[in-house]
Each structure stands twice: as C-alpha cells, then as structure tokens.
C-alpha cells in the first residue's frame, strides 16, 4: 500500500482516492450485504408463522426492489455531481449507502465553510477535505445512533399501541407513509411549473397503474406501478424541463 506524504496544501486528489479509503468502502459494502442475507432469511424463516407464503414474501422483495429506483437515481446522480469532491470511496459510503445525500453534502460544505472554503473551490485543500469527511461521517454515523437508540422504544410504543387497539397498527404506519410522501410531494409544488407537471403526471400514472391492476387482476402491476411512475415522472421533467429552457433542481 503507498502512502502519500502529509503536506500541507496537498491537492485533494492525493487523498481522496487513498486504498484505505477503499478498504473501508468495501468493508462497509459488504457488511450491508451481510446484514441484506440476515434480514431475508429471517424473513422466510418467520413467514410461515404469521400466515406469508414464499410466493407473499417473493411479492415483498419484488415491491421492495421497485420502490428502490427511485431513491437509488437520485442518489446516483447525486453522486456523480460529488465524485470530483470527495473521491469514490468517500462517496460510496458516505452518500451512496449510509444517510441522506442533501444532509451529507450540507454538512461537509459546512466544516469546509469553516475553515474559510469552498467545497471544490477556492482553498480547497486536502486538510478541508479530511474536515468535511469527518463532518460527513459524524453525520451519518448519527442516524445509526438514533436508530440503535430510538428502535427499542419505538418498540415498545407498539406493543402498547397494540393491547390498547391493535387496529391502530394498521393505521398509523400507512398514515405516516401517506403523510411522509404528501410532505415530499407539497414541498416540490411551490417550485415552478415544471414541478407541478411532473407531481400531477407522476400521481396519475400511479393511480391508473392501480386502477389497472384491480380491473385486469394484475397484481405485477400494482408492485410495479412505483417504478413506472417514477419512470414516466422522469421523462417529463425533462422534456418540460427542456421546454422551459431551464434544467429542474
């Protein structure tokens, strides 16, 4: 393994792209793998138990891998736009797998702010980016802190939620998904015309998707009404976007 001498006002590029950075990149990727194998057979083992066939749970991950592109573009195009900043393995962990792509580009933009620069700017250096990497990394690491934290109480508000009227389980996770998604939708509304287009189109695709597959009897339809939604949300936003002469952020 080389190293590379610590320099002050070394380029970034020098460190950016260090082995051991990758190490831990793949480290990481391959204890998300691990954990991935884990919940998925526990998820067939306890399926029988609560009345899942394999052709439920096949279902399931189908919908779950559906539900994922859309998230899975943003952040590569996300990513794309951040690999001259920080590197490629800094950006496979920090905004490819773990936290939220706008949170972690806030925060290292900053711990760069800080010490007086510019995220790919001016004095922009190998020490600002060793800062903004740590910032990043103390970002993420604390989701998975509240998460650790937050999970056993959150569970045990359930199990209460669930002697008092265990319909409210039914409820409350669907309304907090519908909520989460309004919020999302709303928020892009208010942008410019282009938005609106692309909500509107998106939602209508869904629905006729859903109407679909309830008068046709197609089930594959309603697991991937996400994917086509997202697909033709997509396409128009660029050709509106084209239209406008403007690209949408």
């Not at 359930?158 to 265990?166: E, F, G, I, Q, T």
Request: with cysteine; aromatic share 8%; proline share 4%.
């Amino acid at each position: 393994m080389t190293s590379v001498p610590a320099t002050a006002g070394a380029p970034v590029t020098a460190y950016a792209n260090l082995p051991v950075l990758w190490i831990i990149a793949l480290a990481v990727f391959a204890v998300i793998i691990l954990q991935t194998v884990i919940y998925m057979r526990a998820a067939r083992s306890a399926g029988p138990e609560i009345g899942f066939t394999r052709q439920d749970l096949r279902m399931s991950f189908r919908s779950g891998a559906v539900a994922a592109i859309g998230p899975s573009l943003a952040i590569v195009i996300v990513a794309v736009a951040l690999l001259a900043l920080f590197g490629t393995p800094a950006v496979l962990v920090r905004i490819g797998l773990v936290g939220s792509a706008a949170t972690e580009a806030s925060s290292a933009s900053l711990a760069a702010g800080t010490m007086g620069a510019d995220l790919g700017g001016t004095g922009y250096t190998a020490e600002v980016f060793a800062v903004a990497f740590f910032a990043m990394a103390l970002s993420g690491g604390m989701w998975m802190v509240a998460t650790l934290v937050l999970t056993p109480l959150l569970k045990r508000g359930d199990a209460r939620l669930r002697s008092v009227n265990p319909a409210l389980m039914a409820i409350v996770p669907s309304a907090a998904l519908l909520g989460a998604f309004a919020s999302l939708g709303i928020a892009e509304l208010g942008k410019t015309w282009v938005h609106i287009i692309t909500v509107v189109v998106s939602a209508v695709a869904m629905a006729v998707c859903l109407t679909l597959a309830k008068a046709l009897r197609q089930a594959w339809l309603r697991e991937w009404g996400l994917g086509f939604s997202i697909i033709i949300g997509l396409v128009v936003a660029y050709l509106a976007s084209g239209a406008a002469g403007a690209p949408v952020s």
